[in-house]
């Protein structure tokens, strides 16, 4: 954004980033915080801010990420290998964990507060006059700050859905699509099939996409917008296939093949789950199908995915944080993530498995309980967000499904009570909603 130039001088004091975003979390319509009323069913404000700041998404090159499950992880090993080889690497996600500069980051390092502030203030009349969402004007303020950076490439993760996504007015040079689950289906539709149509609407018109995970529902839905658009398509798991060797307490390391020949061997991931497998596999064919003025050699895959967490600061995702017990955390938060989640803890040895869950209020969790399994001890809490589910109301939920537990007036009373009754080789389990996780990192 060649015009756009930060005020530093303005910005010495703290206050001025506070009272920034106190504006941001108060004054505009924010989904984490009231759920349904901030969703906008069109992009005409996003034109709008892009307008206002001179179509900055225009002047750099993009990755487009949707998907249900998973893109937030794919996004950042994309951005980790692209980080290796050199590349000046935006990368914007949502939601936040426990700073709102966690959205938007260059070669992992969070936005300078100075530009949150002074991008705020510059265009504060605007903003109220446009009347944007938080997700809206959050979007336009990734696109300022990467354009006025120069930055080589960013990698962009929509926030719900795709074809209404606040971010979908990029023109980017690749596509990429997890996978398709149940998840805000007021949004989205109710099948899977109509979910995976507003995902489909990231592809545009001649423009490569790369589709994590092949399910027969949603398929054709796929090929179909596909072949519309003239875009070339590869499904990551039609063409890779990655099989599990080895892990330490860091890294999960894998083999990866294509058509039975060994691709990688002893590929090392700095990242932990049940579904990163999966992840892996989609943003590898990712990097395969860029453009060829990208060059990513093995080196920088091997690079950046061993150093994951140090170059791109990703958080949250089947992250341990202390042992004896075993605390883990992850944010998995839909019918789909919650089932790898349960299968993976299965695999953990331990004693007892002790619960610690909190959902949104917008959502019912009832699919997501009736997966929990019933031996295990229950801590249910609300999350400190107004969308939190109480407490109270979750466990009697909960009960209807056999799940047995207490309910508690936070996450933190939770996790204690939990540490409580836990023996050194019990596991404790957190998780249920991002929001909740949020409280224990």
Same mark, same amino acid.
């Given at each position: 954004m060649p015009n756009f130039r930060p005020h530093f001088p303005l910005m010495k004091s703290r206050s001025n980033y506070k009272e920034t975003l106190a504006w941001l979390f108060h004054q505009l319509p924010m989904f984490q915080r009231i759920g349904p009323k901030a969703f906008k069913n069109n992009l005409d404000n996003s034109w709008k801010l892009a307008e206002l700041t001179d179509y900055p998404e225009r002047k750099f090159p993009s990755i487009h990420i949707a998907g249900t499950n998973g893109k937030g992880s794919t996004s950042h090993f994309i951005a980790a290998m692209l980080q290796a080889a050199g590349y000046k690497t935006g990368l914007y996600t949502s939601p936040?964990?426990?700073?709102?500069?966690?959205?938007?980051?260059?070669?992992?390092?969070?936005?300078?507060?100075?530009?949150?502030?002074?991008?705020?203030?510059?265009?504060?009349?605007?903003?109220?006059?446009?009347?944007?969402?938080?997700?809206e004007l959050s979007v336009a303020m990734a696109f300022a700050y990467f354009a006025h950076e120069k930055i080589d490439l960013a990698v962009i993760e929509t926030g719900l859905g795709g074809r209404l996504d606040s971010t979908n007015i990029i023109s980017p040079v690749l596509s990429v699509i997890t996978n398709i689950s149940y998840d805000h289906q007021a949004f989205l539709g109710e099948t899977l099939?109509?979910?995976?149509?507003?995902?489909?609407?990231?592809?545009?018109?001649g423009i490569p996409v790369v589709i994590g995970k092949t399910q027969a529902e949603t398929q054709a839905v796929f090929t179909d917008k596909a072949r519309q658009m003239e875009a070339p398509i590869s499904f990551a798991d039609q063409i890779l296939r990655a099989e599990k060797v080895a892990e330490t307490p860091?890294?999960?390391?894998?083999?990866?093949? $294509?058509?039975?020949?060994?691709?990688?061997?002893?590929?090392?991931? &700095?990242?932990? !789950?049940?579904?990163?497998?999966?992840?892996? @596999?989609?943003?590898?064919q990712a990097i395969r199908a860029l453009p060829p003025r990208f060059s990513i050699a093995e080196q920088h895959i091997r690079e950046g995915l061993e150093n994951l967490v140090a170059l791109t600061?990703?958080?949250?995702?089947?992250?341990?944080? $202390?042992?004896?017990?075993?605390?883990?955390?992850?944010?998995?938060? &839909?019918?789909? !993530?919650?089932?790898?989640?349960?299968?993976? @803890?299965?695999?953990?040895?331990?004693?007892?498995?002790?619960?610690?869950?909190g959902v949104v209020n917008d959502k019912k969790p009832d699919k997501v309980l009736q997966l929990l399994p019933k031996a295990a001890r229950y801590y249910f809490a609300k999350a400190n967000i107004p969308r939190g589910m109480d407490a109270s109301e979750l466990m009697a939920t909960a009960q209807v499904y056999r799940l047995k537990g207490r309910a508690y007036a936070s996450v933190r009373n939770a996790l204690h009570a939990a540490k409580r009754q836990a023996a050194p080789d019990d596991l404790i389990f957190i998780g249920g909603s991002i929001f909740v996780v949020a409280e224990v990192l």
């Amino acid at each position: 954004m060649p015009n756009f130039r930060p005020h530093f001088p303005l910005m010495k004091s703290r206050s001025n980033y506070k009272e920034t975003l106190a504006w941001l979390f108060h004054q505009l319509p924010m989904f984490q915080r009231i759920g349904p009323k901030a969703f906008k069913n069109n992009l005409d404000n996003s034109w709008k801010l892009a307008e206002l700041t001179d179509y900055p998404e225009r002047k750099f090159p993009s990755i487009h990420i949707a998907g249900t499950n998973g893109k937030g992880s794919t996004s950042h090993f994309i951005a980790a290998m692209l980080q290796a080889a050199g590349y000046k690497t935006g990368l914007y996600t949502s939601p936040h964990y426990k700073d709102y500069r966690e959205r938007i980051k260059i070669n992992g390092v969070w936005i300078d507060k100075d530009f949150v502030v002074d991008f705020v203030q510059r265009y504060r009349a605007d903003f109220e006059a446009i009347q944007p969402s938080y997700f809206e004007l959050s979007v336009a303020m990734a696109f300022a700050y990467f354009a006025h950076e120069k930055i080589d490439l960013a990698v962009i993760e929509t926030g719900l859905g795709g074809r209404l996504d606040s971010t979908n007015i990029i023109s980017p040079v690749l596509s990429v699509i997890t996978n398709i689950s149940y998840d805000h289906q007021a949004f989205l539709g109710e099948t899977l099939p109509e979910i995976a149509g507003e995902k489909a609407g990231i592809i545009k018109k001649g423009i490569p996409v790369v589709i994590g995970k092949t399910q027969a529902e949603t398929q054709a839905v796929f090929t179909d917008k596909a072949r519309q658009m003239e875009a070339p398509i590869s499904f990551a798991d039609q063409i890779l296939r990655a099989e599990k060797v080895a892990e330490t307490p860091q890294h999960a390391i894998f083999d990866i093949y $294509q058509n039975d020949q060994r691709l990688f061997a002893q590929l090392s991931i &700095n990242a932990k !789950g049940p579904y990163q497998a999966e992840n892996l @596999l989609t943003s590898l064919q990712a990097i395969r199908a860029l453009p060829p003025r990208f060059s990513i050699a093995e080196q920088h895959i091997r690079e950046g995915l061993e150093n994951l967490v140090a170059l791109t600061k990703l958080q949250g995702r089947w992250q341990v944080l $202390q042992s004896e017990p075993m605390v883990l955390c992850d944010s998995a938060h &839909n019918e789909a !993530g919650i089932a790898h989640v349960v299968a993976a @803890l299965q695999q953990i040895p331990h004693r007892r498995l002790h619960f610690v869950i909190g959902v949104v209020n917008d959502k019912k969790p009832d699919k997501v309980l009736q997966l929990l399994p019933k031996a295990a001890r229950y801590y249910f809490a609300k999350a400190n967000i107004p969308r939190g589910m109480d407490a109270s109301e979750l466990m009697a939920t909960a009960q209807v499904y056999r799940l047995k537990g207490r309910a508690y007036a936070s996450v933190r009373n939770a996790l204690h009570a939990a540490k409580r009754q836990a023996a050194p080789d019990d596991l404790i389990f957190i998780g249920g909603s991002i929001f909740v996780v949020a409280e224990v990192l």
